[in-house]
């Protein structure tokens, strides 16, 4: 059995496991985001751990957002 709880477009937690995994999923703006929006989402992940229960195992997983072009130069 599953629970989760989206906080935000960019955020969200789900819990499993009879309640004993809770996992944060992030998806990280990229740094061409305004400094407001990379700000407010870099406060968040630490505001949603404090109500992950203390007997929980914590795992969070994010989504870094790099950038993919067409060079290939390190990855033909």
């Known amino acids: 059995m599953a629970s989760w709880n989206p906080v935000n ?3 969200m937690t789900v819990c499993v496991v009879s309640n004993t995994l809770t996992i944060i999923a992030c ?3 990229t740094n061409e985001a305004d400094d407001d929006k990379k ?3 870099y406060n ?3 505001k949603v751990t404090k109500d992950v229960p203390s007997h ?3 795992c969070v ?3 870094l957002n790099a950038k993919v072009g067409a060079d290939r130069q390190y990855c033909p």
């Open 9 to 11: 477009e960019r955020l």
């Open 27 to 29: 998806y990280v703006p």
């Open 39 to 41: 700000g407010t989402f």
């Open 44 to 46: 968040m992940p630490q």
């Open 56 to 58: 929980d195992i914590n």
């Open 61 to 63: 997983v994010d989504e």
